[in-house]
């Protein structure tokens, strides 16, 4: 597994949480919901810089071509099966111990100062509520917690670029939306490629629930705002 930098896009605010509500729709399980949202989809992204718009009509076109029993049997098989594609970003850091726990806390915190209650169903570090949080909630905390926990987010997009899934193209997005990696940044990455996340099973269900429950909760019909 190689470590890449991948291109960056200069993105004003409206634009870049744009491509952060796109992202998290379409990293939500793809259902008839989803899947009737592509058109908007396809409009918002048109609005987008080329490194991120790019990505993003490559995972619709894949959409586009796949039968829906398919994505769906696809996307169990990469988000659920699969610990080293997980959508969970403290796992990263944490695994599955205690100090994850907190990390989690401080998510909710956030979204909480934001004004928004996180459905009990979800963990609040899932990547698609983070992107939502980020797109709907309060663009600059979003950031911050997607930047804190880039090993994590960069380590899942090259995870998935190296099983060749057509999700590493909304990851790629993603990761066009922030600063470029650090050499520090490098370094956490290749020790998670090295070592994995640490080891010491614990009961997280105080934190956020079910740890499978997919996609974005914090509004009932999420709106991609689309601007020219």
Same mark, same amino acid.
């Given at each position: 597994?190689?470590?890449?930098?991948?291109?960056?896009?200069?993105?004003?605010?409206?634009?870049?949480?744009?491509?952060?509500?796109?992202?998290?729709?379409?990293?939500?399980?793809?259902?008839?919901?989803?899947?009737?949202?592509?058109?908007?989809?396809?409009?918002?992204?048109?609005?987008?810089?080329?490194?991120?718009?790019?990505?993003?009509?490559?995972?619709?076109?894949?959409?586009?071509?796949?039968?829906?029993?398919?994505?769906? %049997?696809?996307?169990?098989?990469?988000?659920?099966?699969?610990?080293?594609?997980?959508?969970?970003?403290?796992?990263?850091?944490?695994?599955?111990?205690?100090?994850?726990?907190? %990390?989690?806390?401080?998510?909710?915190?956030?979204?909480?100062?934001?004004?928004?209650?996180?459905?009990?169903?979800?963990?609040?570090?899932?990547?698609?509520?983070?992107?939502?949080?980020?797109?709907?909630?309060?663009?600059?905390?979003?950031?911050?917690?997607?930047?804190?926990?880039? %090993?994590?987010?960069?380590?899942?997009?090259? %995870?998935?670029?190296?099983?060749?899934?057509?999700?590493?193209?909304?990851?790629?997005?993603?990761?066009?939306?922030?600063?470029?990696?650090?050499?520090?940044?490098?370094?956490?990455?290749?020790?998670?490629?090295?070592?994995?996340?640490?080891?010491?099973?614990?009961?997280?269900?105080?934190?956020?629930?079910?740890?499978?429950?997919?996609?974005?909760?914090?509004?009932?019909?999420?709106?991609?705002?689309?601007?020219?």
């Amino acid at each position: 597994m190689k470590i890449r930098a991948s291109r960056k896009a200069a993105l004003d605010e409206g634009r870049l949480t744009t491509a952060w509500q796109a992202a998290s729709l379409l990293l939500g399980y793809p259902d008839e919901e989803l899947l009737g949202r592509r058109p908007l989809l396809r409009r918002a992204a048109g609005t987008l810089p080329e490194p991120v718009a790019a990505p993003l009509h490559g995972f619709l076109d894949h959409l586009d071509a796949t039968p829906p029993r398919d994505l769906e %049997a696809e996307y169990v098989a990469t988000f659920d099966h699969r610990k080293r594609c997980c959508l969970y970003l403290t796992y990263y850091a944490y695994g599955d111990t205690r100090k994850r726990g907190m %990390a989690l806390l401080r998510f909710k915190q956030a979204y909480t100062t934001a004004g928004l209650v996180l459905d009990d169903g979800e963990l609040p570090d899932h990547l698609a509520v983070v992107l939502e949080f980020a797109a709907t909630g309060d663009p600059v905390q979003g950031r911050r917690l997607l930047v804190e926990h880039r %090993a994590g987010l960069e380590l899942l997009r090259l %995870a998935l670029t190296d099983s060749r899934s057509p999700w590493a193209a909304v990851l790629d997005a993603v990761s066009a939306t922030l600063p470029p990696l650090t050499g520090r940044t490098e370094d956490a990455i290749a020790r998670l490629v090295a070592e994995g996340p640490p080891e010491e099973e614990v009961g997280l269900a105080p934190y956020g629930g079910d740890a499978t429950a997919p996609g974005p909760v914090f509004l009932p019909d999420p709106v991609v705002g689309a601007r020219s």
